[in-house]
Nanobody, 123 residues
Framework: QVQLVESGGRLVQAGGSLTLSCATSGPFSQNAMGWFRQAPGKEREFVATISWNSGRRYYADSVKGRFIISRDNVKNTVYLHMNSLQPEDTAVYYC?????????????????WGQGTQVTVSS
């Protein structure tokens, strides 16, 4: 069983940067990982995903060029580096793990989820 714990969310000013971390337990190095977010009153949406060996990474159009997903299979941690943050990035950010190594952009492809971490961007 994979358990995921996100951290790093906080209040930040527009234009600022933030890095989220997702620590995992159990088997991890063969799992593709993803980040999703849910803003108040909205559906949860895809943000970024990374393959098991970091060879493939995909991003939502809304964050492309601003966010970077990375992972450290030795530390069993996946990161989301967020730059040029805007108020519309305000959301609860969730880390998720697949049972497969290939990345995916849909929620249903992920078997394990963290509890989420709040990111608030003030204008």
């Amino acid at each position: 069983q994979v358990q995921l714990v996100e951290s790093g969310g906080r209040l930040v000013q527009a234009g600022g940067s933030l890095t989220l971390s997702c620590a995992t337990s159990g088997p991890f190095s063969q799992n593709a990982m993803g980040w999703f977010r849910q803003a108040p009153g909205k559906e949860r949406e895809f943000v970024a995903t990374i393959s098991w060996n970091s060879g493939r990474r995909y991003y939502a159009d809304s964050v492309k060029g601003r966010f970077i997903i990375s992972r450290d299979n030795v530390k069993n941690t996946v990161y989301l580096h967020m730059n040029s943050l805007q108020p519309e990035d305000t959301a609860v950010y969730y880390c998720a793990a697949r049972t497969l190594g290939t990345p995916a952009i849909v929620e249903g492809a992920y078997a394990y989820w963290g509890q989420g971490t709040q990111v608030t961007v003030s204008s």
